[in-house]
């Protein structure tokens, strides 16, 4: 069974520039969730998608942004990029439905740059 | 304040010693306590997930839980260079908010 897949590994991208990741989720989970990781702060939640909806976001600015299409991959997009954004950005997927622990199973990450 | 505090090390021992790792979390009202394993320049994985107050056991791998202290546990017994990874504690409602991690390095 595939595991969760992101794409690409690497950006470099400007400041002021836009970023675009995917992440297509494990076969028959429909929630997908993006953290970053920036050194030494740990993952920090970034966005909750499930059934193609928007059901929670952190506290991120409005410049992440993101959706989930039908078929529950996702795309995380980071507008006007500041040097800070340069991060690993982690995509994990889950098929929760309650109860119990929602166990999330993550991809490698795409690593973000910022010049 | 932080949902999940941990110390983020790094910590460095012997090859077979015992790994202690800690984690204090805020809220009273989490139920699922998780550790992720994470080697360099991979994704986090699923070690193992204990339910509210006690002791979980998973080879040489015990996960433990005082919720009155709001306190959680990672120990590694007779730890092998393969378990050098960063360990990152979480804590689960409907996501799972993770503490720093803490790098963990075993030499042989």
């Known amino acids: 069974e595939a595991g969760v897949t992101q794409s690409p590994t690497h950006l470099i991208k400007t400041r002021g520039q836009q970023a675009t990741l995917r992440c297509s989720p494990i076969s028959g989970h429909t929630s997908v969730y993006w953290y970053q990781q920036a050194l030494g702060l740990g993952l920090q939640f970034l966005l909750w998608?499930?059934?193609?909806?928007?059901?929670n976001r952190g506290n991120f600015p409005p410049r992440f942004s993101g959706r989930q299409f039908p078929n529950y991959s996702s795309e995380l997009n980071v507008n006007a990029l500041e040097l800070e954004d340069s991060a690993l950005y982690l995509c994990a997927s889950s098929s929760y439905r309650g109860p119990g622990a929602n166990v999330l199973t993550f991809g490698a990450g795409s690593r973000l740059t910022v010049l | 304040q932080k949902e999940v505090e941990q110390d983020p090390g790094p910590l460095s021992v012997p090859e077979g010693a015992i790994v202690s790792l800690n984690c204090t979390y805020s809220?009273?009202?989490?139920?699922?306590f998780m550790w992720y394993r994470q080697y360099s320049r991979k994704g986090p994985e699923l070690l193992m997930y204990t339910y509210s107050s006690g002791n979980k056991e998973d080879g040489r791998f015990t996960a433990q839980v005082d919720k009155s202290s709001k306190y959680i546990s990672l120990f590694i017994r007779d730890s092998q260079p393969s378990d050098s990874a960063t360990y990152l504690c979480a804590i689960n409602d409907y996501k799972l908010s993770f503490g720093a991690g803490t790098t963990v390095t075993v030499r042989a």
């Open positions: 809220n009273s009202a989490f139920q699922y």
């Open positions: 998608y499930d059934e193609g909806e928007e059901r």
